[in-house]
């Protein structure tokens, strides 16, 4: 049976880009001990040679044509940035190179 | 006017179109019973009370004309605010949406819109759409109409608690593993959840994208036909729609019921389940029986995997859906100078809710390396199962009678702790949306309390015809419908 | 100890199409930032993506031509990571059922013939664009979603180059390629083909890989070969002074063309890829297939090749014609017209050539038609204007547009082959230049090349060259 630590969940943490206190870390550790502990309900289940179902329908080729449509005006594009300038979102310096 | 509050939506536009009442009157008197009544049920997270006064006094203006108008004219209409609506806001009830306003519509808004349906405001849900008693919420704790001390259930509690308290006599929910039917069961109003893929997603801010479907509250089955019949359909824009042309549901509901075979499950009967719940869930059946139905017990053999299958394939896609509330583009960011990596964490761990970190972490883990298979994998392999016992099962009856949820309504505060057991508590809910069935609830008795007592029929793809027909000679047959929470106004 | 390199590409080409992959906002280069961009691309909840199918037929036509298997069934994956211009967070992508696998290409270095594997080509979406502003006091970083949601091409090749020499003639076979069938018009000076190399050293002969080093930010093939010589000199040093290289990603300086390691938190990349739930699978019918195989044209080596058996070009003219659709598509029609292979070449890879590259303009934008080229390279075969003459003209013809006939006849340039008309021309020439005449008669040949030339400057280029030196010949009395 997996059983879930706190490096654990500080992982799973950072892959979520979550910060968790140190209370919050050992609640969460718990609580996900407990339920990831019961989801191994399923291992008792012989799935050899089922097909995993990612959709519920059976639908397929579903396309649009490559048409233009018109884009939205960049007023409403940036309405909802917390930051920005007159023609893009603003965030903390980047720094790609070294 | 109280009769207003009382009538149907069906009602309401008929006595619109013959002229008994305006809808401004329709409007007004819906928005003075929310000033009433809302602050003690927290319905609402946003009343529109200006737009829909705006959109009554259109209505109003165009049948003075004699213009056409819409199916839907003048009935108000509440929504799930994980609905997008354009410069409305929406806010999931998340700290890190609360200032969020969208610049498009959502599908099913357009066509409440085009409809000439009247939208009177945005309802309270658990956070993101994840949880069962809309305690989840980031700003208010929605009560349960029939016991203010009780939770609506979730996540479309705000929208379920609206129509029970007569704060709308429609409302749209979303359903992922139950959050239309389980609220609709825990407030006595009727939850529709359609097949997946029969109402566009565009414009629903996602949960988990192959289980998320959107769907109907109303007081009866007969309106809630009337309102699908305006959401359903296929949409361009959302991949997942379907083809599949839209019935005429209001007349099918009319068509006699005698000789559907309805089946019921042995494992929905099973431990765990209340004695009242059952008692209701049995009588339900002999009502069907009664209506010339034929009841046949028939075995849904993976039902005990139906959870931890939900909340692993749930969980997973949630935790990609969710990534985007980042502080970036949109949204809550947080205060002060730091890197982008830490905005990010910052922003998320500020803006977010307990729940939502909890099932982000969950799936993010079952999606994470070394655990795909075991996990994720291994879910959508049992998944498959779950939906050949409904085939298998579907292939022999019509439809299947079951319970909505294990109990009555909880005490608030009652499951805040014990994250797990809420969960085991959508062992009734979830294998329909993990199969993409349709499914609906309606009141069907009284159990501890005096709460209301819902029960499901679950139906093949595309087959909501079928139950709505069979919940509609249900309520017709019986009259649990005539009992009302009581809330006087002041 | 002798090293050799093992090098494998990841390249990226935007398609060719009109809007994005998954909603219709244009897909223009050069917009003001965060004008093409709609709720889809800018990710905003609730939105979905809906997929363009020209950019899977395109996809098609590059699996083809790249031998891949195709995929039956083929889906798209979330690839999932934070990173601002992304507004997701999630690329959608395909990992576990990609459009095509197991493809080669064939390419040719110093006239051998190599086969590189092609592990998958795959579709996905560009991200967005940050930029750094240019005021060096800016505390922040600008993001242009316009690129988000580009329609992109991903071909991912086996670690089967030996040399930059290799790449380079992937990289420019692949270019072909992709340009050849209406792909992408890789562009990489907009981005719309970029590189990554994964680039290790190991002892000639050695079965083990060496540690592989992952180069990012490589915007131009000269930018790839020159990472890869860099990288080789540096994995060699660290292998011979004993040390061992780490896995790692590095990124290309191109002002100091060095490789440097990519400064990020150590986080183990772990991207949860998983299928897409708001996409539905895409079934590629047999019928599907040969519908996008009619569509295609010719691949640049069947091209060639046949350009060399058919036409009899030699393989440098066939190679140069190839490279580009346009020149070739010309060329071909120009040589329908009826002018012989080899003399069209010529032009083409001289005058027309020359003139594109003078107006920095594509072959489609001149206001010369192949039928237009064809004439003028008759008036100058048939010797009714000279060579020299042909050349002023076809400038002219780019200029105003007129054909080739109108000009020689407006201006007078026709070639003076009549001798009658040319003889007073030539005896004037041999008056005026006495010494010449004398130098040319004691048995120097060079003299008679400059009154050729005069002759030449007398009749403004018209005179028949040949015609002329017989003339010289006969009044000269030799």
């Avoid at chain 1, 879930?4 to 050992?26: F, G, M, N, R, Y």
């Avoid at chain 1, 097909?51 to 044509?65: G, I, K, S």
């Avoid at chain 2, 309390?449 to 595309?462: A, I, S």
Wanted: glycine share 8%.
């Amino acid at each position: 049976m997996t059983r879930i630590t706190t490096d654990t969940v500080e992982q799973v943490a950072d892959l979520s880009k979550l910060i968790l206190s140190d209370e919050e870390l050992a609640g969460f550790q718990e609580q996900l001990d407990k339920i990831i502990g019961y989801f191994e309900v399923l291992n008792s289940l012989d799935t050899t040679g089922v097909e995993p179902l990612a959709h519920p329908l059976d639908l397929r080729n579903v396309f649009r044509q490559d048409t233009v449509e018109d884009s939205a005006p960049r007023e409403d594009a940036l309405a909802n940035a917390p930051d920005k300038t007159d023609e893009a979102y603003k965030v903390p310096v980047v720094i790609e190179s070294s | 006017m109280p009769e207003l509050i009382e009538l149907s939506a069906g009602d309401l536009h008929r006595k619109l179109m013959a002229g008994d009442v305006t809808a401004r009157q329709i409007v007004e008197r819906y928005l003075d019973r929310i000033e009433q009544i809302d602050g003690r049920v927290g319905a609402f997270n946003t009343v529109t009370a200006e737009a829909a006064l705006d959109k009554a006094a259109d209505i109003d203006d165009r049948l003075d004309k004699g213009e056409a108008v819409g199916p839907l004219a003048g009935v108000p209409i509440a929504l799930k605010d994980n609905l997008c609506t354009r410069g409305v806001p929406t806010t999931c009830s998340s700290r890190i949406l609360e200032h969020f306003v969208p610049p498009y519509d959502a599908t099913v808004v357009e066509r409440l819109q085009r409809a000439d349906a009247v939208l009177i405001g945005k309802t309270n849900l658990d956070e993101f759409a994840m949880g069962s008693t809309t305690e989840a919420s980031a700003f208010a704790t929605t009560a349960n109409p029939w016991d203010l001390s009780r939770v609506p259930g979730g996540s479309s509690g705000g929208s379920a608690a609206a129509v029970a308290a007569g704060l709308a006599p429609l409302a749209l929910g979303s359903d992922t593993g139950g959050s239309i039917r389980q609220p609709a069961a825990f407030c006595g109003v009727t939850g529709l959840k359609p097949t997946y893929g029969r109402v566009s997603r565009y414009g629903l801010i996602a949960y988990a994208s192959s289980l998320d479907q959107i769907g109907t509250f109303s007081r009866d089955p007969r309106d809630a036909a009337l309102l699908l019949e305006v959401i359903a359909g296929h949409d361009p824009r959302d991949s997942t729609s379907a083809q599949e042309p839209v019935p005429d549901y209001s007349a099918e509901l009319e068509k006699d019921v005698a000789g559907v075979k309805v089946g019921l499950p042995r494992e929905y009967l099973a431990e765990g389940i209340a004695p009242d719940v059952e008692a209701a869930v049995r009588a339900a059946a002999d009502t069907c029986r009664g209506l010339g139905a034929e009841v046949i017990d028939i075995s849904l053999p993976h039902t005990e995997y139906a959870v931890a299958t939900y909340y692993i394939i749930g969980t997973a896609e949630a935790s990609s859906n969710l990534a985007r509330f980042d502080g970036i583009h949109y949204g809550r960011r947080a205060a002060g100078k730091m890197d982008v990596d830490e905005l990010y964490s910052r922003s998320r761990s500020e803006g977010l809710g307990d729940e939502v970190k909890r099932r982000i972490m969950l799936g993010t883990f079952a999606l994470s390396a070394g655990y795909y298979d075991a996990y994720y994998l291994k879910a959508l392999k049992v998944r498959r199962l779950i939906k050949k016992d409904f085939d298998d099962a579907l292939a022999g009856v019509d439809c299947i009678l079951a319970p909505v949820a294990p109990t009555v309504a909880y005490k608030q505060g009652e499951m805040i702790d014990d994250p797990l057991a809420l969960y085991l508590a959508d062992i009734y809910t979830s294998a329909t949306n993990l199969a993409g069935l349709p499914a609906i609830a309606f009141n069907a008795g009284t159990g501890e309390g005096g709460l209301p007592v819902g029960v499901q029929l679950m139906g093949r793809p595309f087959e909501e015809s079928g139950l709505l027909r069979l919940a509609h000679a249900f309520r017709e047959a019986t009259d649990h419908h005539l009992a009302r929470p009581n809330l006087t106004e002041d | 100890m002798q090293y050799e390199t093992v090098i494998g590409l990841e390249t990226h080409a935007q398609f060719h199409t009109r809007s994005k992959m998954f909603c219709g906002c244009k897909t223009d280069f050069g917009a003001p930032p965060n004008t093409q961009t709609c709720p889809v691309c800018q990710g905003l909840p609730g939105t979905l993506p809906v997929v363009n199918r020209t950019a899977v037929e395109l996809g098609l036509r590059a699996a083809l031509a790249l031998r891949c298997h195709i995929a039956p069934v083929t889906q798209f994956d979330r690839k999932n990571y934070f990173y601002p211009d992304l507004p997701k967070n999630y690329q959608v992508s395909q990992n576990y059922h990609n459009l095509g696998v197991d493809g080669r290409l064939e390419i040719e270095v110093d006239g051998q013939t190599r086969k590189v594997g092609i592990w998958n080509v795959h579709l996905e979406e560009d991200a967005g664009k940050l930029e750094h502003p240019e005021d060096t006091g800016a505390n922040y970083t600008a993001i242009d979603l316009n690129r988000a949601g580009t329609p992109l091409l991903e071909i991912v090749s086996a670690p089967d180059m030996r040399s930059a020499d290799e790449a380079n003639a992937y990289m420019n076979e692949l270019a072909a390629i992709l340009r050849h069938l209406g792909i992408s018009d890789c562009k990489m000076q907009e981005g719309s083909l970029r590189f990554e190399a994964g680039i290790s050293v190991r002892a000639v002969g050695g079965e083990e890989f060496g540690n592989r080093v992952e180069v990012k930010n490589l915007n131009s093939m000269s930018a790839v070969v020159k990472a890869i010589e860099h990288e080789r000199h540096r994995q060699v040093a660290v292998l011979e002074s004993g040390g061992t290289v780490p896995s790692q990603t590095m990124l290309w300086d191109v002002q100091r063309e060095v490789t440097e390691p990519m400064r990020s938190k150590e986080e183990a990349k772990d991207y949860r890829y998983f299928p897409e739930p708001d996409l539905v699978p895409i079934e590629i019918s047999p019928e599907w297939l040969d519908q996008v195989r009619e569509q295609m044209s010719e691949l640049p080596a069947v091209r060639r090749k046949r350009f060399i058996a058919e036409l009899d070009l030699p393989p440098y003219d066939a190679g140069v014609i190839v490279e580009q659709k346009p020149i070739a598509d010309y060329f071909e029609q120009t040589v329908e017209q009826g002018v012989e292979p080899k003399t069209a070449a010529n032009w083409m890879m001289g005058e027309v050539m020359r003139v594109l590259n003078e107006r920095q303009c594509e072959i489609d934008d001149l206001p010369v038609s192949p039928p237009m080229l064809a004439e003028l390279i008759g008036l100058v075969t048939d010797d009714r204007i000279s060579n020299s003459v042909g050349k002023t003209v076809f400038s002219e013809m780019c200029s105003s547009g007129k054909k080739a006939g109108e000009i020689v006849e407006e201006k007078g340039l026709a070639q003076i082959s009549d001798s009658g008309e040319l003889e007073a021309v030539v005896k004037q020439v041999l008056a005026d230049h006495p010494d010449a005449v004398a130098d040319l008669e004691s048995g120097k040949q060079q003299a008679k090349g400059f009154l050729i030339g005069q002759i030449m400057r007398a009749t403004r280029g018209k005179a028949n060259p040949k015609l002329a030196g017989e003339l010289i010949d006969r009044l000269t009395g030799d």
